[in-house]
Nanobody, 123 residues
Framework: VQLQASGGGLAQAGGSLRLSCAVSGGTFSSNVMGWFRQVPGKDREFVAAISWSSDSPYYGDSAKGRFTIARDNAKKTVYLQMNRLKPEDTAVYYC?????????????????WGQGTLVTVSS
């Protein structure tokens, strides 16, 4: 499974960005898709996750009420719509795929990772 994340960039506080994660090379090997983010010197933080077969999303505390995860099975793509951005959302965002997905908020549950896309939110 290969993951290609895109859509990062510079946004102002209060603005929006949409990240995309295109999946290739064996979509059905993965059960759950997740987004994590990382700031230098800190641990990776769970942002959101969604199953390919269920409409029930999962969100980390920092994402609840502002971010929305969605998937397009036909395009093999997962999206992260980020609204009402804050400077503390600045991070490298990674998409990841899990063959299991029982612990969607744990980064060690994920088997494949994309290269990351940088999101910078200015105040």
């Amino acid at each position: 499974v290969q993951l290609q994340a895109s859509g990062g960039g510079l946004a102002q506080a209060g603005g929006s960005l949409r990240l995309s994660c295109a999946v290739s090379g064996g979509t059905f090997s993965s059960n759950v898709m997740g987004w994590f983010r990382q700031v230098p010197g800190k641990d990776r933080e769970f942002v959101a996750a969604i199953s390919w077969s269920s409409d029930s999303p999962y969100y980390g505390d920092s994402a609840k009420g502002r971010f929305t995860i969605a998937r397009d099975n036909a395009k093999k793509t997962v999206y992260l719509q980020m609204n009402r951005l804050k400077p503390e959302d600045t991070a490298v965002y990674y998409c990841a795929a899990s063959a299991g997905g029982l612990r969607v908020g744990a980064d060690d549950e994920y088997d494949w990772w994309g290269q990351g896309t940088l999101v910078t939110v200015s105040s």
